[in-house]
């Protein structure tokens, strides 16, 4: 790579030069000189000071100027990039490879782009090294197409010529200058790949590991013979687009498995030639054998295949080739299974822990909210292969005492930070149906888990008391991955009451214990369960009286609660006795929670049952005033199960 020391170099060169010139134009009367005789006489002068030791690195085209390099990508005419200079220097380095004998590509002048007269030098060295790169691909004539094969050889050379002295891309057919020793070849063994399922549309998937050992010296591998085959009548060329071999995480060559013309006799083969892969002496190498699948593939084509590497030709360090064959590398074929494309993605509606609790939500009477929060669900693409792209959502919204409509303005869907707001509303009864159109907006990489956040703006509120509650169901996902998807699973969020003024009711604890009583007639087990829950008081105070009732019918009890059964049931053959406590200041016989306040109340309930069993106590509702006087709102206690203790046997 050119640093800033042999740039200067150059420029200094360059200006003794164009100095001579110009001085040459003064001394000696001649007729003008042409661009081309110019450019001659440079070069000339830049071929005389390389011979005299004077010629910076970089511009005299020799490989030791270049190399070591090692080519990483295929390049053809219209490629550019710092590699296609470094490759016309390389090609430069010999007289029979050269790019151009004068102006852009020719020796100090090299371009990073690669046109004719690049394909042309590529097609020379082509032919000069005939035997690695055109034979063993069947052609007889070059293609000026910078490809594995050509790559191969080329980045051989390059390495070769840092170390046996060489100073051109020669003729020589191995690179054993880099080995040491007389390596006889140990043993082989070949893995499946750590995923032995692909899918089709795959590309550079993983399908076998080859690993190779030689002892007594270093060893080059020249050649690789890789079967893939199955027990159906399938064509390879009809499922694979590349087979490829990779060391060390690079791809060292590739092949085009989808020409029938790529493959051996046997129509199940493909051979690798003009490779160089060094193995050391009693070192491990593991070669990665990959392929990128069709896409579309026939279903009666994909299933089961084995991968077999059948043959192998190295050299050692004197240049002494070896071949191996099926019983000599002696390894056991391993299997891959072609799926078909999206087999593994799945798209999960699973509940959030961001769900928002069930809460009393405070909105005006003459006038509209902001958007509030009301549900959240999570979308997991948990074992997916590919990423997931959403089409719709489907949000169901349960309704009480009022319609959706009557309640809702607008209603926006975040999916992992994007808002969606593309929604249309269907309203049968009490249950809206929102369908939300993503269209593609969010996708969600594969094996990932997101928020989905239900946001709606309510209208001024006409009906106090009224509830919501958000859903969603299996199937209400639609997406698309390498094919169609729709989700499974479901979540259900909180209920949630709509109030204008009145209370915030929240659990603080509950508890049930067993207490052992004696009457006139029996001894028996008596049950007392206690609920501590939190109220606040918004846009105007609470009155509240001091007692409690069984049932669900307001009547003048501050509370209102249900002894329920095992399945949670609500019974009551025998009236328990029913305290309410509170640290709320007491006005005119009533608890009062002024607004803006927050009191705490302890409901405990003696529930000595007719009938043995399992029971549990569930605070109902709340029944206030805002002034004093006997309750004449009924607020529900929401969800029911929040405000329920264990059951346990009495």
Same mark, same amino acid.
């Given at each position: ?23 040459? !134009? ?55 990039? !710092? ?47 005939? !035997? $690695? ?20 050889? *080329?980045?051989?050379?390059? #390495? ?73 009548? #399938?064509?390879?060329? $009809? ?69 077999? &590497? ?67 669900? $999570? ?16 949000? %169901? ?43 593609? +907006? ?5 094996? +990932? ?34 094919? +169609?998807? &729709?989700?499974?699973? !479901?979540?259900?969020?909180? #209920? ?6 009145? *209370? ?10 067993? $207490? ?7 001894? +028996?087990?008596?049950? &007392? ?16 009286? %001091? ?104």
């Amino acid at each position: 790579m050119q640093n800033i020391a042999t740039t200067v170099a150059s420029k200094a060169l360059v200006a003794v030069v164009a100095a001579a010139m110009i001085f040459s !134009a003064f001394v000696t009367p001649a007729k003008a000189a042409t661009a081309e005789e110019l450019q001659k006489m440079i070069n000339d002068l830049m071929a005389q000071m390389a011979a005299l030791g004077g010629t910076p690195a970089t511009t005299g085209g020799s490989s030791a100027s270049v190399c070591p390099f090692t080519w990483t990508r295929d390049l053809k005419t219209g490629a550019t990039g !710092a590699d296609v200079m470094t490759l016309q220097k390389f090609l430069n380095s010999n007289a029979d490879t050269r790019v151009a004998a004068t102006g852009a590509g020719s020796a100090g002048m090299e371009t990073q782009t690669f046109g004719p007269a690049t394909a042309a030098a590529v097609s020379k060295f082509q032919v000069m090294h005939r !035997a $690695d790169i055109l034979t063993p691909a069947g052609l007889t004539n070059p293609t000026g197409f910078f490809g594995p094969s050509t790559r191969a050889k *080329a980045n051989a050379l390059c #390495v070769k010529s840092t170390t046996d002295g060489s100073d051109d891309n020669g003729s020589d057919d191995n690179a054993s200058g880099d080995l040491q020793g007389e390596a006889n070849f140990t043993e082989a063994t070949l893995d499946a790949a750590s995923d032995d399922t692909v899918e089709e549309g795959a590309e550079d998937a993983e399908i076998a590991e080859f690993t190779v050992s030689f002892e007594d010296g270093d060893a080059s591998i020249s050649r690789l013979d890789v079967e893939i085959s199955t027990s159906s009548n #399938v064509k390879n060329w $009809d499922i694979l687009d590349t087979v490829s071999i990779w060391v060390d995480g690079d791809m060292v060559a590739d092949i085009d498995a989808s020409d029938k013309d790529s493959y051996q006799s046997d129509d199940e083969t493909l051979r690798f030639s003009g490779l160089d892969i060094v193995v050391m002496e009693d070192e491990d190498l593991d070669i990665t054998i990959a392929a990128t699948f069709q896409d579309n593939v026939d279903s009666s084509d994909r299933g089961d295949f084995n991968v077999d &590497v059948t043959g192998m030709r190295w050299f050692d360090a004197d240049g002494v080739a070896e071949t191996e064959t099926d019983s000599s590398i002696d390894v056991d074929p391993v299997q891959f299974t072609l799926e078909q494309a999206g087999s593994d993605d799945e798209i999960i509606v699973k509940s959030s822990e961001n769900d928002p609790d069930s809460t009393t939500i405070k909105l005006e009477t003459d006038k509209k909210s902001d958007f509030v929060h009301v549900f959240s669900f $999570d979308i997991d693409t948990d074992d997916s292969t590919n990423d997931i792209e959403l089409d719709t959502v489907v949000v %169901k919204v349960a309704t009480t005492s009022a319609l959706y409509t009557a309640l809702v303005d607008d209603a926006e869907l975040e999916i992992d930070g994007t808002t969606i707001d593309d929604v249309t509303v269907d309203s049968t009864g009490n249950l809206a149906t929102l369908t939300f159109d993503v269209d593609g +907006d969010v996708t969600i990489d594969a094996g +990932d888990r997101v928020e989905a956040k239900l946001m709606l703006k309510f209208k001024a509120l006409s009906t106090e008391g009224a509830t919501i509650q958000a859903s969603i169901v299996s199937g209400g996902i639609d997406g698309e991955g390498a094919e +169609d998807e &729709v989700s499974t699973g !479901a979540a259900t969020g909180d #209920v949630h009451t709509l109030r204008s003024e009145g *209370a915030v009711i929240e659990l603080d604890s509950s508890s049930a214990t067993k $207490d052992v009583n004696s009457d006139a007639t029996a001894t +028996d087990d008596e049950g &007392v369960f206690t609920l501590k829950f939190d109220v606040t008081a918004f846009e105007s105070d609470l009155f509240i009286n %001091k007692t409690a009732a069984s049932g669900t019918t307001m009547g003048t009890a501050g509370v209102n609660f249900e002894i329920t059964d095992g399945s949670g049931n609500a019974v009551g053959t025998t009236t328990p006795n029913a305290n309410l406590a509170s640290n709320a200041k007491t006005e005119g016989g009533q608890f009062k929670v002024s607004e803006g306040e927050t009191k705490t109340f302890t409901l405990t309930v003696e529930y000595d049952p007719g009938v043995s069993g399992f029971y549990a106590v569930r605070l109902y509702s709340l029944n206030f005033k805002n002034v004093a006087g006997n309750p004449t709102v009924q607020q529900r206690a929401l969800p029911a199960e929040d405000f329920e203790t264990d059951s346990f046997s009495i």
